[in-house]
Nanobody, 121 residues
Framework: QVQLAESGGGSVQAGGSLRLSCAYS????????MGWFRQAPGKEREGVAA???????TYADSVKGRFTISKDAAKNTLYLQMNSLNPEDTAMYYC???????????????RGQGTQVTVSS
């Protein structure tokens, strides 16, 4: 079982920054692939970033160079630093985890409740 709890969402103007945090716990949690996905009303779910137990990272093309995923295993916390935000980044952001041979951006069986990010122009 995995527990995930996001925090840090909010409203920001275009060009601004936010840092999302996710407190996690559960069996073998530090060996799991972890990541963030987002979903905006009327849009498909989009995997944003992923990090494996070696701290190898993967990003969606839409956020590459602007977002950074990281984790602090000692604090059991996952982060998503989001810079140069634009209105297209507005969505509910979910912290997620999975056990998988490939730590990619799709198919997340475990997720938190989500935190809203709103970017105004």
């Amino acid at each position: 079982q995995v527990q995930l709890a996001e925090s840090g969402g909010g409203s920001v103007q275009a060009g601004g920054s936010l840092r999302l945090s996710c407190a996690y716990s559960g069996s073998f949690i530090n060996r799991r692939c972890m990541g963030w996905f987002r979903q905006a009303p009327g849009k498909e779910r989009e995997g944003v970033a992923a990090i494996d137990f070696r701290s190898t990272t993967t990003y969606a093309d839409s956020v590459k160079g602007r977002f950074t995923i990281s984790k602090d295993a000692a604090k059991n916390t996952l982060y998503l630093q989001m810079n140069s935000l634009n209105p297209e980044d507005t969505a509910m952001y979910y912290c997620a985890a999975k056990v998988a041979s490939k730590c990619d951006l799709v198919d997340w069986p475990y997720r938190g409740q989500g935190t809203q990010v709103t970017v105004s122009s």
